[in-house]
């Protein structure tokens, strides 16, 4: 058994990548929930710059930022690899994990925590995103890499999860089948690997957390507007 | 001869980093200047996502993104390591390389682009990145790797010229040595590189570009002020 422990929250999309990715490389991990309204000296210890979760922590020593958790543990373990062997398809692959990262929190936040016309602007960026990721990212491929999921199906796996919570409270739909098949199809498959299916955030814990939030959000904007 | 084009401009810092890389494993390649106000047909094919520079072109496959550009040179050309082959000193060096992508703009724009109480926050942010790298980064090495120059060192690289040119536009000093002994004394080992000192931008030429973006701001400013 690894010493291996994984300071997140099960609230964050950055902290589940990595548990899916430790998943389906099969390791043994100790959980430890960080509380980010008043984050713990072990986290500030460990990540003194961005003082920010996930940090995953093997044999004592931090590792930070969820894209070089990822790349750590595709190197320390490389059995069921997340990324192909030739150089150039990795790129591709890490182009995609790199896009989710930069843009995961323009979609969340955009659309989630905006209103007016903001909100509406936030919407065309969004849809842009998701049009991106269908034209350029998927084509025909079932997974961004190809037949088996990969770095970037675990970078972008937010999407095929908590999009579709944040949706239903803001009641605005991105993620249409009719306008995004491709990727509306990838969402399914991707839910539909076992490690993952096993390994998803509980809905109504998740719904009403991001509810709470967003209607403290209203509030705001109800003082503020 | 590799089949090997980058297209790139002079004024990025981010195609400065990949020219160093190249350069640090003797690769011969073609240059091509993008205008960036005119965008050139191919690198809009080469990069329909983000239409950005630099792209590098090898054997007629395009890599975009130039955390993502580093790591291909670094794993189709072993030679010349940037990167430790231990994975923990691996993610530490990308952590610094990450920590240069997502702050050099900041930096950059912070205190240069702004005027006023916006441009005293960005002094303090700006001097906030400078104390992370000193404290947390380099610690008592002599590069961000170690002995040698590595993937943060040329991720980073900006700081030791640039920034420089900058700091005498705007008539404001970040980088004292007095404040930043570590950081200073790292500007120089970067640039006694034999490799780096053949590879600088001509500096007046570079200072001409940017004196000019400038007072560009601030004919700009002085009219919405």
């Known amino acids: 058994m690894e010493d291996l422990k ?56 931090p590792i930070v930022e969820s894209s070089i958790i990822l790349e750590y543990i595709e190197e320390t373990w490389p059995q069921n690899p997340l990324l192909p062997v030739d150089p150039y398809e990795k790129a591709v692959a890490r182009f995609w994990s790199k896009f989710a990262d930069d843009k995961i929190l323009t979609l969340y936040y955009g659309f989630f925590m905006k209103v007016g016309e903001e909100q509406e602007k936030a919407v065309q960026e969004g849809l842009e995103i998701l049009r991106n990721l269908e034209e350029h990212g998927l084509g025909d491929k079932k997974f961004f890499g190809g037949e088996t999921i990969g770095l970037a199906d675990v970078g972008l796996g937010w999407i095929a999860y908590w999009l579709n919570v944040l949706e239903e409270i803001v009641g605005i739909k991105l993620l249409e ?49």
Chains 1, 2 share one sequence.
């Open 6 to 61: 994984l300071h997140g929250s099960i609230f964050s999309p950055f902290t589940w990548r990595v548990i899916w990715a430790l998943k389906l490389k099969g390791l043994n991990f100790e959980f430890i929930q960080e509380d980010m309204t008043n984050k713990s000296d072990l986290l500030l210890k460990y990540n003194p710059v961005y003082k920010k979760i996930p940090v995953l922590v093997h044999g004592g020593k």
């Open 177 to 225: 089948e009719s306008k995004f098949p491709r990727l509306f199809e990838w969402t399914n498959n991707f839910k539909e690997i076992s490690i993952i299916k096993e390994n998803l955030p509980d809905r109504d814990e998740m719904m009403a957390f991001l509810k709470s939030r967003y209607d403290g959000l209203r509030v705001f904007f109800s003082h503020v507007g």
